[in-house]
Structure formats: structure tokens, C-alpha cells
């Protein structure tokens, strides 16, 4: 799941992303290999324009301990691409 709090008018600088991944996932040393994996795909979505300004909270569910980088990448980009149509847009 994935939560989008738009930049307010003239906000500026990168955007902002916080990671729910809760204990009964897993581990520490899983929930942190995973929480890496999520910073590199949004950071890949930023480096391609993909992730507009504002806040984002990525909530991790069960299959994401077990899905391999590709599909959490696909699953991200996925989910950008639907908050900005139903934002209406970037920004």
C-alpha cells in the first residue's frame, strides 16, 4: 500500500518516503533487507522523474519479504502510476 501527501504550493527539494513494515514480517535483519531493497526502487523512480515532491508512506505486506527486487521495483512504479492518475498529475 502505498500513501501520497502532495507538496504544498512552491514546496520545494526531493521527496520524502517512510517505510511501515511491521514486526510479525519478520526479523530485524529481513525488515531491514527489505526496507533497503524499497529505498532503492523509490530512489530508481526518482532518478527517472517517476516520484513527484510530497510525502510517501509505503506500508509492506507478507508477499514483499519473499518477492525478488524486480518485483517490488514493478510494484512501485506500479503504484507512483496510479497515485498520479488519481491526483491528476504530477505534483
Do not use: K, W
Amino acid at each position: 500500500m502505498l500513501t501520497r501527501v502532495p507538496a504544498g504550493p512552491g514546496a520545494e527539494g526531493p521527496p520524502r518516503v517512510a517505510f511501515a513494515i511491521g514486526r510479525r514480517l519478520g526479523g530485524a535483519v529481513a525488515r531491514n533487507r527489505l526496507r533497503r531493497q524499497l529505498r532503492a526502487a523509490f530512489s530508481a523512480a526518482a532518478t527517472e522523474g517517476r516520484l513527484p515532491a510530497g510525502a510517501y508512506l509505503a506500508v509492506a505486506r507478507e508477499p514483499a519479504m519473499s518477492a525478488p527486487f524486480s518485483q517490488l521495483s514493478a510494484d512501485v512504479a506500479t503504484c507512483l502510476s496510479l497515485l498520479v492518475t488519481s491526483t491528476g498529475g504530477v505534483g
